[in-house]
Structures are given as structure tokens and as C-alpha cells.
């Protein structure tokens, strides 16, 4: 799987929010880090297709293997593309009014989990990311934290093959974070995860992870995550 992003632009309200951007992404994960309105979460958006480019193209990819062709890249639908991409947008709300184990069973049946086992699948997520004691708690009364959590279930519960992940770690304490992160590094071996944060400790830099730095709507640095205190210094002033 690829996912291809050839000169892209964007703009709102006639400001260009990105502009010229290109690059790729392949297994692993990729940090988009950036100050304050550098346009990390539009490239996400674009990234999950909620929003599209008025120029250049974005195309996700796979390798398909034919015996009278040979091996080629074929560019998925946007149908494809979506039933294999879970994302968690900024400000994750869901459906205010159902509770959290409605929510995630619905999530669950919505996402393909077989029938058979989305009582079991929903109770170990719920169970592992300590929301068992609020599972009859409707979406809007949930804590933060505790709605981050049921945001990244949500995008996380069919170990999809294309994670794009906006600050989700945010509101989260240290042992939720090392959880969800764990799961993030698991699906990274066969798949792409694209990860926007503030919180530039949370990343390991001695991992074989990217890192993509915007500033202003541009890419200004992307390449391995061992350049992340170099490139990222005008950050952390
Ligand atoms: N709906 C909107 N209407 C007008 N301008 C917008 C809108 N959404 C974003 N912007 C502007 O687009 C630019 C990029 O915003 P974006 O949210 O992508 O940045 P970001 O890097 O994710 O920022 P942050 O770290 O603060 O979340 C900002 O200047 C922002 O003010």
C-alpha cells in the first residue's frame, strides 16, 4: 500500500493552507508535527479524503500481481480507500447521545467485525482502555480523555490498514498513551499510520519512524525521526 500525494494545494476562504506539497507514504509511522495553524490537521483531512484538493492529486496505491501483465500499481476507489482507512478527526465528538458501548458496537457491526464476535471484541477494548465504568455514560458526558479514548477505538477497532490519527494522544495519561501506542507500532508492520502531534516527547527517536515537519503550509522537512531535535528546535521555543 502507498499513499502518493503529488503537488498538492489547498485552499479556504481563498488563503492557501497547503501548498505544494508532495511526498509518500509506506508502512510505518510518519509524525506530522508543526506550530500552531501550519496546516497539519488539513493534511490530514486530505490525507482520510473528508476534504479534497483543488490542485494536484492524491492517490492511494497497491501492488497487484497478474500473470499475463506482471506486477503493477493499481490506484484504489475512493470506495476502497475509505473502508480500509480509520481516522480520528481533531475534535472527535461521534454521536453525543448513544452511550459508549452503543457507540462501539455500532462502530463495531459499521466496520465489518463478524456478528459472531462484536460482543467480545467491544467488552476487551472497552475493558483495556478503562472505559468498562462508563460504558452506560452517554458520549457527552464523557470526560476529554475518555472521549479521546472512544475516538481512537473507533478508528482503531478493524486494525485498519491506513491510520491517520489526529493529536491522539491528547487528554490521555501515561499508561493509556503506552496502550494505544502499542496497538499504533503493531499496525505500523503492515500498515501506514500517520500520527499529528504537539507533544513531540511522546515520539521515540530511535525508532525507524518519519517524521514530517510543515511549516506555513509547507513541507519543510520529512525524512527519518532522528532529525527531530534539530528540525524541530524552532518548536520548542
Ligand atoms: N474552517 C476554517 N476556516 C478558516 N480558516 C481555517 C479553517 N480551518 C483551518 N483554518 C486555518 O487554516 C490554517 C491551518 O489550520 P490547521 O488546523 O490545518 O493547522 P494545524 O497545524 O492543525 O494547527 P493546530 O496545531 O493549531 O491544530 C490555520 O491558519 C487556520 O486558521
Same mark, same amino acid.
Given at each position: ?5 503529488? @503537488?498538492? #494545494?489547498?485552499?479556504? =476562504?481563498?488563503?492557501?493552507? %497547503?501548498? +505544494? ?5 509506506? /508502512? ?48 484504489? @476507489?475512493? #470506495?476502497?480507500?475509505? =473502508?480500509?482507512?480509520?481516522? %480520528?478527526? +481533531? ?5 453525543? /447521545? ?140
Amino acid at each position: 500500500m502507498r499513499i502518493t500525494i503529488d @503537488t498538492v #494545494e489547498y485552499s479556504l =476562504k481563498g488563503t492557501k493552507l %497547503l501548498k +505544494q506539497i508532495s511526498c509518500s507514504f509506506t /508502512n510505518g509511522i510518519t509524525y506530522v508535527v508543526g506550530k500552531n495553524g501550519a496546516g497539519k490537521s488539513t493534511l490530514l483531512k486530505l490525507l482520510a479524503t473528508a476534504i479534497q484538493s483543488q490542485q494536484g492529486e492524491v492517490n492511494f496505491t497497491t501492488l497487484v500481481r497478474d500473470e499475463n501483465i506482471g506486477t503493477y500499481r493499481r490506484k484504489l @476507489t475512493i #470506495e476502497e480507500i475509505r =473502508k480500509i482507512i480509520g481516522f %480520528l478527526p +481533531q475534535h472527535f465528538t461521534g454521536h453525543s /447521545n448513544m452511550t459508549v458501548e452503543k457507540y462501539v458496537t455500532y462502530i463495531a457491526f459499521h466496520k465489518g467485525i463478524p456478528a459472531n464476535l462484536v460482543k467480545q471484541t467491544v467488552a476487551q477494548w472497552l475493558q483495556e482502555s478503562h472505559l468498562m465504568q462508563v460504558r452506560r455514560k452517554k458520549l457527552r458526558n464523557l470526560s476529554g480523555g475518555q472521549l479521546q479514548k472512544v475516538g481512537l477505538i473507533q478508528a482503531l477497532i478493524n486494525h485498519p490498514r491506513i491510520c491517520i490519527l489526529d493529536e491522539p494522544f491528547e487528554g490521555l495519561d501515561i499508561g493509556e498513551r503506552i496502550y494505544f501506542h502499542r496497538i499504533l507500532q503493531r499496525l505500523s508492520y503492515h500498515g501506514i499510520i500517520i500520527i499529528s502531534t504537539h507533544l513531540l516527547d511522546e515520539i521515540q527517536q530511535t525508532s525507524e519512524d518519519n517524521l514530517l515537519y510543515l511549516n506555513e503550509g509547507k513541507i519543510a522537512y520529512y525524512g527519518g525521526i532522528e532529525a527531530l531535535d534539530t528540525v524541530t528546535q524552532g518548536l520548542q521555543e
